[in-house]
């Protein structure tokens, strides 16, 4: 009797297995939401996202997924998000599992790392299907390109510029930046405000305008393959670091050690109305603007005699599909209305970056601030003035951007030669990049 009840329960439990099972005896998923890969179609399926950010950014990004469930009640997004430091410690250990969040928050200095190891997937195959790219200007789609494929969808654009008073401008005796001036020009402004004992600008960021410098001369900082320097003159090196010396020996730019003693952007000369400009990235506008609401700042492009071929759309980060999703379409889905649902981005507000949508930022313009538009605006003609970006830095650039800081300064204080550094930053920087 026993083995009878045996026999009839093993027969049971195999019409079972071959129900439920493939004929490996695996379990079969093809039909389950937690496998569904073509946005929703064959079931209810469940989104992981991760972004790292503040509490500001937190609580509307939620708003935004909540939107996004109500219009798509198939898909349910649960949110995994951080300061930057535990992000990225939270985020390596999933990658080594192979269980990285469907869509992931992905940085410009981590882009390249993650892709090269396998862990993203190429968006390329969603646009035109789930992600409408139709409102997007081509630089802002290339800026997430790494080799053959697009890892990362831009989030929102900067530009470098120029935010001056216009105020201190006009006592120099030029009643506005042009829209093209040249290196020459620009030295030669610099040297009415020094003789008008004002500053003319707090300096430049050595590794982010020396790349301008360069691609303004057909070359870039890193190689498009991050193995080696992007340009063969080292000439290139000398004549730009002759000219930031040149500015700080004028007194049109302050030392590095005047610079050092400020506490923090709002005491620098120009915060103060004691200069006419800062150089940096579009989106700092709105911030400067904020700290000293007596001066009207305005904005314009950075210098350089092909302001085309320096100028890129810089991406302030990117949402990235996990190559280990398997809900890659719905994932698709969710960041085509992140970029161009209206509604969703009345409530984000370019706080990611402009929006990369033209039709997005128009509608947006009138729901800004007026610091906010001015930063749209300029935005929108860089789209039309630039040249892409090109690869995305390589991983040794902290490095080459810590060795080129420590070398600008040793110019600026006249402890090496520009001719010497460039030779020794040569040599250092081809060996941390492994060539």
Known sequence: MKKSLLGLFGVIMMVLLAACGGEDGTENTSGDADNDTDGGTGGDITLRIAWWGDQSRNDYTLEVIEMFEEQNPHITIEAEYAGWDDYWQRLAPQAAANELPDIIQMDLSYISQYADNGQLADLEPFFGEQIDISDIAENTIEAGRINDGIYGFNLGSNVLSTHYNPEILAEIGIDEMPERYSWDEYQEMAELAANADYIFDTGMQSDVFFNLYLRQHDGRLYAEDGNGLGYEDDQLFVDFFTIIKEQVDSGATPSPDETAQYAGPEDSPVMKGEGVAVHQWS???VGIQEMNEDINFE?????????EKGLFLKPSMYFSISENSDHKEAAAEFIDFWANDIEANKIILGER?????SIVQEELSTEVDAAQAKVFEYVTWA?????????PDPSGAGEIIELLGNLSEQ???GEVTPEDAAA?????AESILGN
């Open 353 to 357: 970056g402009v929006p990369v949508s």
């Open 424 to 428: 020794h930053f040569r040599t250092q």
């Open 383 to 391: 789209e039309e003035n630039s040249t892409p970006m090109g690869a």
């Open 283 to 285: 989106n700092q506008y």
């Open 411 to 413: 110019i600026a204080y």
């Open 299 to 307: 904005i314009a492009p950075p210098p350089g005699e092909e302001l």
